[in-house]
């Protein structure tokens, strides 16, 4: 069936786009349907401090998932590309890679908490949540079949994953369980997707017991990826730190309305990850065969990005009241704070797009660069705007970081060239230019 025409789309490439990324998104989208509705019944049933309590706990977690996981989904999927009868060494490599760096990520958030504790927020929550960096090396098999376009695999896994998860919740809420329970619901999400990533790669014939480790590989994996190590540990910091700042500065009740916020607001931030996942051996065959046809997709790409994150931007800076209203009058007075925080998906749909580009031209370490400058200006914006304006304080804050990152390359002669095809995307001077020419 032809997709009919949109004045701006090449049809050929927005077909291409939606047969690539068809069923990862529609996964995407019924797993953010299922958790919208569990964490609307979970926020109305935890109290704004409890929900603050849990909030801090898992925090700690995203500020260490970049060592755990090492930065090497998207190298893994290139190199599966690349080598693909090398399947088992490259998956037992990186799946024993991802296990060491997740034990390892243990006594680094103990560390961590000891120097700058969340207010409110037992260790032993943190505890629980720290074994997740060990269970996510499963998600190397994710890697696996995008690398065979073969999402709807991946689909199934996280759409039962999170039924299962969404009903445990519901059953918690319904027997009055105490918050150390959510806890232990919270942290099984993650057991729930890795044993679906098991059974869905030995059910379609292979077997998790022939991957091999390889000294050598793995060398030369972190050869590629440290950079990215050290940038996911900086996106880690300007995304989730603002999160840590507010629980400590404001109380657990501020941080736990400013939860819902980043909930809302950041639960559309899957859709680039899946557009430029699947989109990136596309992008990297272009290279290697006609870099002007390489460099239209990356402009379409950008233009792609701002198409998506724009309306809903627009959309939900006017009706974040009446998602409160719906979501839980309880939150209410954080709506002013999710129309300002929403914004900063534009910028990170262009810089989850940008970052391909990156990858595909081996300027990996400007990624260290970027993000480092975006932990920083979040960190330094926060510890002035908390104090004063709370939560819309770290909102802002975000927002300029997110900015200020995704436009970093405008600084960088070698990719500045990025920055300007960026910016005609943001500013629908593409658009414009494709409607002319028609």
């Given at each position: ?17 939606f047969?690539?990324?068809?069923m ?38 995203y ?6 996981t ?24 990186s ?16 560390l ?130 603002d ?38 051996p ?44 719906v ?12 129309s ?48 004063k ?47 002319i020419?028609?």
């Amino acid at each position: 069936m032809r997709i009919p025409s949109i004045p701006g789309f090449d049809q050929q490439a927005l077909e291409k786009y939606f047969k690539n990324t068809g069923m990862t998104f529609v996964g995407k989208v019924g797993s953010l349907l299922i958790k919208l509705i569990v964490n609307i019944a979970v926020a109305r049933y935890l109290s704004k401090d409890k929900l603050g309590i849990i909030t801090g706990g898992i925090t700690y977690i995203y500020l260490f998932s970049a060592i755990a996981t090492l930065g090497l989904d998207q190298f893994i999927v290139k190199e599966l590309h690349q080598f693909p009868k090398n399947r088992d060494r490259i998956l037992g490599t990186s799946f024993w890679m991802k296990v060491f760096a997740g034990i390892a990520c243990i006594p680094l958030i103990w560390l961590c908490f000891q120097i700058y504790p969340a207010k409110g927020t037992p260790y032993t929550y943190v505890l629980i949540f720290s074994v997740i960096g060990i269970v996510q090396a499963f998600n190397v098999i994710d890697s696996y079949f995008q690398s065979e376009v073969q999402s709807k695999y991946i689909m199934q896994v996280q759409v039962t994953g999170n039924l299962l998860s969404a009903a445990i919740k519901l059953v918690l809420i319904y027997l009055e369980m105490p918050l150390i329970a959510f806890v232990y619901a919270y942290a099984l999400d993650f057991f729930l997707l890795a044993t679906g990533y098991y059974f869905t790669y030995q059910r379609k014939g292979r077997n998790i017991f022939n991957w091999v480790y390889s000294s050598e590989l793995a060398k030369k994996l972190l050869q590629y990826s440290w950079p990215l190590i050290i940038s996911g540990i900086m996106v880690s910091l300007y995304m989730k730190i603002d999160q840590l700042m507010i629980q400590n500065i404001s109380g657990t009740e501020e941080a736990g309305a400013y939860a819902t916020v980043a909930s809302l607001s950041e639960a559309w931030n899957f859709i680039p990850t899946v557009i430029v996942t699947t989109l990136f051996p596309a992008i990297l065959n272009a290279r290697r065969d006609d870099l002007e046809r390489y460099k239209k997709r990356i402009q379409n790409l950008y233009g792609l990005m701002v198409y998506l994150s724009l309306p809903a931007a627009i959309i939900i800076t006017f009706t974040s009241h009446l998602i409160y209203k719906v979501y839980t009058p309880e939150y209410a007075y954080a709506a002013p704070t999710l129309s300002v925080h929403i914004w900063s998906g534009v910028f990170v749909f262009l810089g989850a797009a940008n970052s391909q580009y990156l990858i595909a031209e081996g300027y990996v370490k400007l990624t260290f660069w970027r993000t480092g400058f975006g932990a920083i200006v979040n960190i330094v914006l926060n510890l002035i705007l908390i104090p004063k304006m709370g939560m819309m304080g770290a909102a802002i804050a975000t927002l300029i970081a997110y900015a200020g990152s995704a436009f970093f390359v405008l600084l960088i002669p070698k990719v500045s060239r990025q920055g300007v095809m960026m910016l005609k995307a943001l500013f629908l001077i593409s658009l414009f230019q494709k409607i002319i020419k028609r």
